[in-house]
């Protein structure tokens, strides 16, 4: 028997990931022979490999959504394929695609004229894909440790700027002390419980019983390590003291993927090694993941207020968004799954649309982006529809009603109140009022300081305009018709939850 033939199954349910990496392959090779060849003058491809890496993407999502094998556990348990895995798959691939269309006019602008940037967005996207998929730790790690390493270049891609080398340096020192809190974890988990596989872990969870007290305050120590090296990627408190640096030292192209889809990835192997393997252990890990939800939410709301930078203050409103999604996690319920992938899928719109029109604004009559508060002064004037957009966005982030950030923050309190979380509930409604501010303090900007000097901004291309009218079309008319979204996460719940 050959391994083909031992594995022919798990190899046709990993065919998406396998196109993915042979694709990412193949531009490589056509990137280092083009770019560098005498013969057709040097030539920049940037944008070539941006459009390259959109098709791949668009077809892997069509290989993912035409998966030939169906339900089953791949290669011994290492990877798994089911409903859940596979729509976070596809949230991931069509949020990089949009992240990818942003950015073509700003790396136009900003001279970065290395094709590579194109291939790290891929190679992160096939780690966050292989992480959707880990069914063990020994997957979880390799997957994390493949997407961060591309993602410590990214945040140091723009090399004539100081500010992100640092970015990049910094994000690289805490990320490896993160992985190495992870891979510590892990080890204990394996030394006290004998196995990696999650599905193995959870069964001997089940029958705490037959563990001593040895073996079961390890594999809570080993458990905590990994809760914290998750929750450093997702920057969630108290491991959040790198995002608003990376945030804003960051190409503002890579500020907003990190903005959108890693936190989609990690949340999905949260989901699936908490409520899956570590499910009997829940009354112990709730009390941590509420420590750093009721944290988060704090921190987010109380750091925004005196931010001027308007990076700084997304990235602060990112760590608020965080506390609010692990309020899902910590109920341990069907509905607070539910209520927390809503939250994912709507949060990735509002911020798509959001940091779009952070890129969009480019000054005309000066050289560079806005980059305070104050740039936004008057826009309300020069360019009534892109205020009246980040107007309504702002809000909706806010959790004003009707828009659908209220509905995001809705299901999540309910299912709190429903697992009787009052005081969370209360705590989140109280920042939820606070973080208002500083997003009301925006659309002040915008629409009621005057200013004698007034900032022109260059046109919008066409890929941003098409990005953001999509997701402010979203943001404004959920409410209408949220049925397919809920009816997509209550499947995706059920799958994860049986």
Not at 14 to 22: G, H, K, M
Request: hydrophobic share 55%; charged share 10%; net charge positive.
């Amino acid at each position: 028997m050959t391994f083909v033939d031992l594995f022919g199954n798990s190899f046709n349910a990993v065919l998406p990931e396998l196109f993915l990496a042979l694709s990412i392959s193949a531009i490589l090779v056509y990137g280092v022979c083009y770019s560098t060849s005498i013969n057709f003058g040097l030539p920049v491809i940037v944008r070539v490999t941006g459009w390259v890496s959109i098709y791949t993407l668009l077809l892997t999502i069509l290989l993912v959504l035409n998966d030939p094998v169906g339900p089953t556990s791949l290669f011994y348990n290492t990877l798994v394929q089911d409903y859940f895995t596979c729509i976070v798959k596809v949230l991931l691939l069509g949020a990089t695609i949009m992240c990818i269309l942003v950015s073509f006019d700003y790396i136009r602008e900003e001279k970065i004229n290395a094709f590579e940037y194109s291939i790290l967005i891929l190679l992160a996207v096939l780690g966050m894909v292989l992480l959707a998929s880990s069914y063990n730790l020994i997957s979880m790690y390799l997957a994390i440790e493949l997407q961060s390493l591309c993602l410590y270049v990214l945040a140091a891609f723009k090399k004539r700027s100081a500010f992100s080398t640092e970015a990049g340096l910094k994000y690289f020192i805490l990320g490896a002390l993160s992985s190495g809190i992870l891979l510590f974890g892990s080890s204990l988990i394996y030394g006290f419980t004998g196995t990696t596989s999650f599905e193995e872990i959870g069964k001997i969870c089940t029958g705490l019983s037959n563990l001593g007290d040895v073996s079961y305050n390890g594999l809570l120590i080993g458990m905590c390590f990994v809760a914290a090296g998750t929750l450093f990627k997702m920057a969630a408190v108290p491991f959040h003291m790198w995002s608003p640096d990376v945030y804003e030292g960051a190409p503002t192209v890579v500020s907003t993927f990190f903005a959108v889809v890693p936190k989609i990835a990690l949340l999905a192997l949260f989901l699936r090694l908490f409520l899956f393997g570590f499910y009997d252990l829940v009354g112990s890990w709730q009390y941590i993941i509420l420590l750093c939800s009721f944290g988060s939410m704090l921190v987010g709301a109380f750091g925004a207020l005196q931010q001027r930078k308007i990076k700084r203050l997304l990235a602060y409103s990112s760590i608020g968004h965080v506390g609010y999604m692990l309020v899902g996690v910590a109920t341990g319920t069907t509905e607070g799954l539910q209520g927390l992938l809503v939250y994912i899928i709507l949060y990735m719109v509002m911020s798509i649309c959001i940091w779009t029109t952070v890129l969009s604004l480019g000054f005309q009559n000066k050289v560079g982006r806005v980059k305070y508060l104050t740039d936004f002064v008057g826009l309300s004037k020069i360019n009534p529809l892109l205020a009246i957009t980040i107007a309504l966005t702002m809000f909706s982030m806010a959790g004003v009603p009707p828009l659908a950030g209220f509905f995001s923050k809705l299901y999540v309190f309910f299912a709190a109140v429903e697992s009787s979380m009052y005081l969370i509930v209360i705590i989140g409604v109280l920042t939820s009022c606070i973080g208002a501010y500083y997003y009301i303090r925006l659309i002040k900007v915008m629409f009621f300081e005057k200013t004698n000097n007034w900032t022109l901004y260059k046109p919008i291309d066409r890929e941003k305009s098409l990005v953001l009218a999509a997701t402010f079309f979203v943001i404004l008319f959920f409410f209408m018709y949220p049925s397919p979204v809920l009816i997509m996460t209550h499947n995706m719940a059920l799958t994860l939850c049986q």
